[in-house]
């Protein structure tokens, strides 16, 4: 089972801002390690969407920001727009499990 | 334009096997680490086996070491994962990502594969 725990769902009116939360542990998250996040459009492969301290690979628009506090991060999705709808995962490695984390997906759905 | 190609999916009986390539185009194959990352039907990501750019460090998720062997031949622009005493509980779409970085560190995967669907099942 996943080891990053997410919110099943969360939704918001165009133009809203949206806050997704990441929950680790100590061995993930809390050990230092960087948090990453993905959208996963319905019948598609994951994207990255920001990786390390909330940079954005090229076409990513800027609504979208990473923060990391302790055991947890968060992803925010600003000027909320239809087209965001889609599974978002956050993603870390835990030196326990010696290995890749993910969440457990998050469903955004625009009102 | 960078590209990740799976092939090899398909039905294979509970105990069998089966072997996934994924063809890489784009960037300097041998530069970078790669990962396979399985998705179960209407299941979240699940981490299965990452290796180095030269090929000689490889790692793998508890729930396929022993089962699964990861490889790549960097002649070919390819990437594989071997996988021998499947189970139901593998059934899962394959993805193949990249790393942005020739070693495998605690990094994202920066591309991914449109992925290649596995089901084990008699």
């Known amino acids: 089972q996943s080891v990053l725990t997410q919110p099943p769902s969360v939704s918001g009116a165009p133009g809203q801002r949206v806050t997704i939360s990441c929950t680790g542990s100590?061995?993930?998250?809390?050990?230092?390690?960087?948090v990453h996040w993905y959208q996963q459009l319905p019948g598609t492969a994951p994207k990255l969407l920001i990786y390390g301290k909330s940079n954005r690979p090229s076409g990513v628009p800027d609504r979208f920001s990473g923060s990391k506090s302790g055991t947890s991060a968060s992803l925010a999705i600003s000027g909320l727009q239809a087209e965001d709808e889609a599974e978002y995962y956050c993603q870390s490695y835990d030196s326990s499990l010696s290995g890749y984390v993910f969440g457990t997906g998050t469903k955004v759905t625009v009102l | 334009e960078v590209q990740l190609l799976e092939s090899g999916g398909g039905l294979v009986q509970p105990g069998g096997s089966l072997r996934l390539p994924c063809a890489a185009s784009g960037f300097t194959f041998s530069s970078y680490a790669m990962s396979w990352v399985r998705q179960a039907p209407g299941k979240g990501l699940e981490w299965v086996s990452a290796i180095s750019g030269s090929g000689g460090s490889t790692y793998y998720a508890d729930s396929v070491k022993g089962r699964f062997t990861i490889s790549r031949d960097n002649s070919k622009n390819t990437l594989y994962l071997q996988m021998n005493s499947l189970r139901a509980e593998d059934t899962a779409v394959y993805y193949c990502?990249?790393?942005?970085?020739?070693?495998?560190?605690?990094?994202?995967?920066?591309?991914w594969g449109q992925g290649t669907m596995v089901t084990v099942s008699s």
């Open positions: 100590s061995s993930n998250i809390g050990a230092g390690y960087d």
């Open positions: 990502a990249k790393f942005p970085r020739v070693v495998v560190a605690a990094d994202a995967f920066d591309i």
